[in-house]
């Protein structure tokens, strides 16, 4: 059992927001195959983002607020604009941008590819992340 000495102390904020982004429907190309490096293939993005939202739910000014649609810009372009073998790497980059922006404390990033396996809808990966410190 720890002492009052020995504790940890975290600098948590005291009232977290969830923010989700569910299907975002975007063209990139990825996969291992020649065939797959040649073409745009669908892929779908969802987050939930947990993030500080300070004090403007409470006075409903947007100064210091988290700009989601900054995100989600920054999101569409990174993705549309590169190239992936592995879905895994996309999520990754993806969760990258996301823990970037101050106010976010954690995340987690799904990605499907949809139609990759015969016989079913999807396949995807789920990323989560947390700042450090």
Known sequence: MDTPQQQTVFSIP???AVLRFKNL???TVIGI?????KIKQDVIISLKVLFSPGTSHQTDEYE???DYDYLMNSVVQEVEENRYQLIEALA??????VLDCPQVVEASVEVDKPDALRYM???SIELVGKKKG
């Open 33 to 37: 195959h020649d065939w797959e490096k």
């Open 121 to 123: 809808d999807s396949v």
């Open 25 to 27: 429907r975007l063209r």
């Open 64 to 66: 210091g607020i988290l």
């Open 14 to 16: 005291t009232q977290l």
């Open 92 to 97: 990754q980059k993806v969760l990258d941008i």
